[in-house]
Each structure stands twice: as C-alpha cells, then as structure tokens.
C-alpha cells in the first residue's frame, strides 16, 4: 500500500514538473498570439495584458494577409512548394532505402556508405555548384527548382531503410515464390508495411521545406515566386517598428505547422513504436 501510495505522489510529482516545463516553453507563443490581436500601444505594456483590452486582431491579420504585402500569395507558394517536395522526397527515399535493404546488386553496401557519406558534406559547400547546374538547366528562379533541392534526401534514405531492413525476408521470399516482382513486393507488402515510418518522414519532411530559409534566399528572385519565410524577412523589414503585425505575420507562418502536426501526431508515435520492434 505505501509502494503504490509512493508511486501515485511520485506521478503526481512528475505531472505537476511537465506541466510548468511545457508552460515554460508555451508562454512565447501565448505572447505571440496575444500580441497578434492588440493594438500597437499595448504590445509592452507592464504588467503584460494577456488578454488584450482593445481588439485589434481584424486589421492586423487583414494587413498581413490582403496589405501592400499579400501573404496569401506566399503562403500558396510554400504549401505548393512543400506538398510537391514531399511527395516526391517521399517516393524517391522510399524507393532508394527498399532497393538498399532489400535487392542484392553488385558492391551494394559500398555505393550505400558512399551515399551516406554526402550527408557529411556541408549544404553551404554545395551551394555554388548546384546554382550553376540549375541557373545552366535553366532551373533558376523557379520553384520546380527548389522542389528537385529538397526531393533527394540521404536522411529520409538512410531512416527509412532501417524501417524496410525490419521487414522479415520470408515475406519477401514467399511473395518471389508467387511470381511477384520488386516493383510489386515494394508497392503491395513492403511500403504498406512501413506506412507509420515513412508518414512521419513526410511530416519531417513538411516541417524542413516549409522552414527553409537558405535554399529560396540563393535560388530565387521574383518576389512573386517567394516562399513564407522570404515574405516573412521582407514583412519584418518593412513593417519592423509594428510589432502586432510582425506577431501577426508570425502566427500565420506557423499555422500550419501546428496543424500537420496535430493531424499527423498519432502517425508519428506509430512509426517511433515500429522502430522499437524488428522483425
């Protein structure tokens, strides 16, 4: 009875711990969308309204969106450029991780380390070579551009392959007995298999295009072809001394986000719970 009197004070204890933590860590983005509804004049005001008391959330939200600096414009940029770039990244990770866990060729192994041994190569240092191939390709200052940039992934290779090395071989040895070729082990057995892991991979994958700040800063230069995060510097460095724009801007940056997220949340603890079991 005190055992378990002990263990429930303890849980009690640890609860109490996470909910300050997390409380600490949400406190930022509790300002942020506070100060996105209020009129500039109280953004620092002390002690802090967290709540504003006047409401000024229309016109701001209206002057990130539909201002002299429309964000519904690069917002479908980013979502196009995004969705593109997963899908593909998906499809070509997917493809490369089966063929190097599952089909045996010829110094196999050896043309995976050399793969995996780009990954140690600085992005920065690839920088003026890649501008070259594409400004030559005439990939430049195109969003197809930025879609190839982020479609070949040596992480989304090599994390994805250790989630098809768990597939056991006698599946894949009794569908070759029925007639079943790779293409169609990879598409009917191996890829449903692995579905938990390579969603959390597009989830990833969402979150590090959609962030991506370096790759449109080089590879783009109409301001009608920029993504989120190129509108949002342009934003700030117009409208830097309104701060309740900026968190307004700020807010709509990050929405989607928090909504992949949510959708994809119970995708992710599946594929964590894949990884800790091997066939």
């Known amino acids: 009875m005190n055992k378990l009197k002990d263990i429930s004070i303890g849980k009690i204890i640890v609860t109490i711990l996470a909910f300050f933590c997390s409380l600490a860590f949400l406190l930022p983005f509790i300002w942020m969308l506070s100060t996105s509804f209020k009129i500039e004049a109280e953004v620092f005001t002390y002690p802090i309204n967290w709540i504003p008391e006047t409401w000024n959330a229309i016109s701001n939200y209206k002057e990130v969106w539909f201002g002299d600096y429309p964000f519904y414009l690069y917002y479908w940029n980013s979502i196009k450029v995004a969705i593109l770039t997963t899908l593909v990244s998906c499809v070509v990770s997917s493809l490369a991780a ?145 701060y309740s724009l900026m968190m307004a801007a700020a807010v709509s940056a990050i929405l989607p986000l928090l909504i992949v997220f949510i959708i994809g949340q119970k995708q992710v603890i599946e594929g964590i719970a894949l990884g800790g079991v091997k066939g």
């Open 98 to 242: 089966y063929g190097f866990s599952k089909v045996r060729f010829p110094a196999g192994s050896w043309l995976f380390i050399i793969v995996l041994a780009t990954y140690m190569v600085p992005p920065q240092a690839s920088l003026v070579p890649q501008f070259l191939l594409f400004r030559s390709l005439g990939l430049f200052d195109t969003h197809l551009g930025l879609i190839l940039l982020g479609s070949f992934s040596v992480l989304g290779t090599f994390m994805l392959r250790q989630f098809f090395i768990g597939i056991h071989t006698d599946l894949i040895d009794a569908a070759k007995i029925d007639g079943a070729g790779h293409w169609k082990i990879f598409w009917r057995i191996a890829l449903p298999i692995v579905r938990p892991a390579v969603a959390t991979y597009a989830i990833l994958r969402f979150i590090w295009t959609w962030n991506d700040y370096q790759n449109p800063l080089i590879f783009l230069r109409t301001d009608n072809l920029y993504t989120i995060q190129l509108a949002m510097q342009k934003f700030t460095t117009i409208n830097g001394e309104f």
